[in-house]
């Protein structure tokens, strides 16, 4: 019944426009010199120091001092780098030759400034641990650059190639001195240069002529902003966009069924990435109010959920199910942690030993006189979001749990998880390129999973542990504390994992060089062209 509730449920949310998926037609030839590109979402405000922004639009533009490959970390706008005995010093030296969109010159002390007006907002910046060690930052000479920490810290060069905060703005962009309070424009370095942008419509980047790395085969790329679903989809086939891929809020544009039949038409080609990161439930442990503040309460939703159904079913295979927070792939996240199969029937028995108990006839468990009723948040502009919340939904009614489901844009949702006012929401972990370390240092900020874990039994050995294991810069201890970590956030069942997702990339098959970053958020459309 599980299985023909979902399919029906499936089947009915081909987008939040319309039910149907329209027969492919001919798709015009797009221009080879423009990239049309659909978003749910306006690009908003790039500031690259802040987190408002399009992560996409921002990769065009910006650039960091490394870059993080599938190989490890390489060489970006600095051609190299010394790193000192004890650790605490980074030494970069910088490319030559290099300007900003307005002319500007990329050098060490615009790198100074940039670094400068990054710390000058710390608190912001809280989440990525490298913020809280810079003690100093130093133009050494034009080209060489030196960053001082207060400690030794093992990830600071993966969190310098984030997308954001620690990249490159021309400094006549900065307003009264910083970017913190705003920017008064947007100059990279970056192979892109934004040259119109109107809200809640359209973003146009143009081809960067000067680009140090070459100048893009593509010469114009626009942002089209339009709704998940069937618009998209009519749009791409009549050739009005030519790309639509995973954005920065984890959702696709089109659904699954779209997908499959455009491919099917031979017109199409459907590019997926290896495994980027797990989507998940995250729970609210500090909320005492709710009864999601209860171990076993989330542990019995654990058992509730039919992971290979969503899989299948829902995601029709393109997501494998997620046992854990982290997929073996990631660094550290090969560790053996109890296993929680689907077992409904060791969900019920939870409940009840927690004395949550179901009288005949109601809907839901009770326990000293309170309900077991929750909500959960979820992104109303991504359609698989929606059916998999009605999915959870129904699975959770089966074992005595009522699921309110809420649809709110993907700004609400960052709110609530930032101020605790959640039970349950949609989220998934930073990705590959990030984890496990982003991920985790969001155990202890505000902005991001304080309010999830804060309310463990284990709250303050966890926490220790996670400021162990940004200091230490043994390999082996760093690898028994990541362990420790994911054992015990595992055993407290505060994230909730679905599936592990895949950026994915619809677009006729003229387009060529499609190929993805570590960053998960991100098209590197300088690699692609035309046919």
């Not at 780098?81 to 990329?106: A, M, V």
């Not at 455009?262 to 990435?273: E, I, P």
């Not at 109890?338 to 028995?349: L, N, S, T």
Request: glycine share 6%; charged share 25%; hydrophobic share 35%.
């Amino acid at each position: 019944m599980i299985i023909v509730c979902v399919l029906a449920l499936a089947g009915c949310s081909s987008g939040k426009e319309a039910a149907s998926v329209p027969a492919v037609q001919e798709s015009p030839s797009p221009k080879n010199t423009e990239l049309i590109y659909a978003t749910a979402k306006d690009i908003n405000d790039i500031n690259p120091h802040l987190y408002t922004g399009s992560m996409p639009a921002q990769g065009m533009i910006f650039e960091s001092l490394v870059e993080n490959t599938k190989d490890g970390i390489k060489p970006y706008l600095a051609e190299s780098w010394d790193i000192s005995k004890d650790q605490k010093e980074y030494t970069f030296h910088l490319r030559k030759n290099i300007k900003f969109h307005d002319g500007e010159p990329f050098n060490a002390t615009a790198v100074k400034q940039n670094i400068d007006a990054i710390q000058a907002n710390a608190a912001k910046h809280a989440w990525i641990k490298l913020s809280t060690k810079i003690v100093n930052s130093e133009a050494l000479d034009e080209h060489t650059f030196k960053l001082v920490l207060s400690e030794p810290y093992s990830p600071a060069l993966i969190e310098l190639s984030m997308t954001r905060p620690y990249v490159f703005i021309s400094p006549k962009d900065f307003v009264n001195g910083g970017t913190k309070g705003g920017v008064s424009g947007y100059h990279g370095t970056g192979p892109y240069v934004l040259t119109e942008h109107k809200t809640n419509e359209y973003a146009t980047f143009e081809a960067n002529k000067n680009y140090w790395g070459g100048e893009p085969a593509i010469h114009k790329i626009t942002a089209k902003v339009l709704p998940s679903g069937e618009t998209t989809l009519l749009a791409l086939q009549k050739g009005e966009i030519n790309v639509v891929f995973t954005d920065d809020r984890g959702t696709d544009s089109i659904d699954v069924e779209a997908m499959n039949r455009l491919t099917a038409s031979g017109k199409y080609q459907l590019v997926r990435s290896e495994p980027m990161n797990t989507k998940m439930i995250v729970a609210n442990s500090s909320r005492f109010s709710s009864p999601v503040s209860e171990a076993a309460v989330r542990e019995a939703i654990w058992y509730a959920i039919d992971r290979e159904t969503i899989s299948k079913t829902i995601m029709n295979g393109t997501e494998t199910a997620a046992n854990a927070l982290f997929s073996s792939n990631v660094n550290y996240a090969d560790v053996e942690l109890k296993q929680r199969g689907y077992d409904p029937e060791a969900a019920k028995k939870m409940l009840e030993q927690s004395g949550w108990t179901l009288e005949s006839g109601a809907s839901a468990r009770t326990k000293n006189g309170k309900k077991l009723a929750l909500k959960v948040y979820y992104d109303s502009n991504s359609s698989s979001q929606k059916t998999e919340a009605e999915f959870i939904q129904s699975s959770l009614k089966n074992v005595g749990i009522q699921l309110e489901l809420v649809g709110e844009d993907s700004t609400s949702i960052a709110k609530r998880r930032s101020t605790g006012d959640y039970d349950l929401l949609f989220n998934q972990t930073w990705g590959l390129a990030y984890d496990p370390q982003s991920t985790i240092a969001g155990f202890t900020s505000e902005s991001a999973y304080l309010y999830t874990t804060k309310g463990i039994a284990k709250e303050d050995e966890l926490y220790k542990k996670i400021n162990e294991v940004t200091l230490s810069t043994d390999e082996k201890i760093r690898k028994s504390l990541y362990a420790d970590i994911m054992t015990i956030v595992h055993d407290e069942a505060v994230f909730i994992p679905l599936t592990n997702g895949k950026m994915t990339v619809v677009a006729p098959k003229n387009v060529k060089g499609i190929s993805f970053k570590q960053t998960q958020f991100e098209l590197p459309f300088e690699r692609m062209k035309f046919e």
